[in-house]
């Protein structure tokens, strides 16, 4: 099983178009983190709980 796991790791690492599809999900991956970061949020606690002030 694993044989047959590296072999086609081994193929799919040789394609043409996998060091674009790595840059992309990896630019991807960054931007989400990078607006994450950014993103001013919701710093107020009294929003987010979930209990009733009755």
């Given amino acids: 099983m694993f044989a ?3 072999a086609f790791v081994m193929w799919l690492a040789k394609q043409p178009s996998v060091l674009f599809w790595v840059g992309y999900i990896g630019a991807m991956v960054f931007m989400r983190i990078f607006d ?3 993103s ?3 710093d107020d606690y009294d929003e987010n ?6």
């Fill in 40 to 42: 001013p949020g919701c």
């Fill in 49 to 54: 709980e979930n209990t009733d002030d009755n």
């Fill in 4 to 6: 047959t796991i590296d």
């Fill in 36 to 38: 994450a970061l950014l």
